[in-house]
């Protein structure tokens, strides 16, 4: 059974810094691009940050500089680190495998809450 566990969510104040964390199961964690989405109420799902399972990464033009993503294989766990987190930042945050060799096999997390304030 495939499944994609996200954690680290929480309130914090701006200018403050969280890891997200989301570890995978069911499936070979080294053939997939994981990947970080989030959603605000009201506005489309929206890309965070990705990386390959070659090491690329890609980000998000508002949260260049300040977010990074990494992945620990062995432990089949991809990781976002947030840093000087904005009000806009607030939102769901999602984790997203998609299979290198075949781009349209994909799964989602559950998500997890991130609430920022002022």
């Known amino acids: 059974q495939v499944q994609l566990v996200e954690s680290g969510g929480n309130l914090v104040q701006a200018g403050g810094s969280l890891t997200l964390s989301c570890v995978g199961s069911?499936?070979?964690?080294?053939?997939?691009?994981m990947a970080w989405y989030r959603q605000a109420p009201g506005k489309q799902r929206e890309l965070v940050a990705s990386?390959?399972?070659?090491?690329?990464?890609t980000y998000g033009e508002s949260v260049k500089g300040r977010f990074s993503i990494s992945r620990v294989t062995p432990k089949n766990t991809a990781y976002l680190q947030m840093n000087n987190l904005k009000n806009e930042d607030t939102a769901v945050y999602y984790c997203?495998?998609?299979?290198?060799?075949?781009?349209?096999?994909?799964?989602w997390g559950q998500g997890t809450q991130v609430t920022v304030s002022s």
């Open positions: 997203h495998a998609r299979y290198d060799w075949r781009p349209t096999v994909g799964f």
């Open positions: 069911g499936f070979d964690f080294s053939l997939y691009t």
């Open positions: 990386l390959t399972s070659n090491g690329t990464r």
